[in-house]
């Protein structure tokens, strides 16, 4: 069991930087695989990216590579979604989940249902 907390979100003008910072408790953090997801009111939920459990693999969709970096800390439980040089079709609602021993190569990687524990989710609104 893992309870997840996001924060970071906020509004900015594009071009601008954000981080957002999932946070995790009661659970040995490093055994979750960690995705982050976006969802625009209308669309579906879209994965962005994901970080495995030692933080040793990263990924990231074509829209957003170059662009984000996901990374995490361990020792203080977390992991962030830093967000640079953002566009406009970057707003979102995001969030981050989480699934023990998640296969970070697989398939299923960036299918949200397959992800048990979630944050409340963080907005980002960018402006132009």
Request: charged share 20%.
């Amino acid at each position: 069991q893992v309870q997840l907390v996001e924060s970071g979100g906020g509004l900015v003008q594009a071009g601008g930087s954000l981080r957002l910072s999932c946070a995790a408790s009661g659970d040995t953090f490093s055994s979750y695989t960690v995705g982050w997801f976006r969802q625009i009111p209308g669309k579906e939920r879209e994965f962005v990216g994901i970080i495995s459990g030692n933080g040793g693999y990263t990924y990231s969709v074509d829209s957003v590579k170059g662009r984000f970096t996901i990374s995490r800390d361990n020792a203080e439980s977390t992991v962030y979604l830093q967000m640079n040089r953002l566009k406009p079709e970057d707003t979102a609602v995001y969030y981050c989940a989480a699934q023990r021993l998640l296969d970070y190569r697989g398939t299923f990687r960036s299918v949200w249902t397959k992800y048990s524990y979630w944050g409340q989710g963080t907005q980002v609104t960018v402006s132009s």
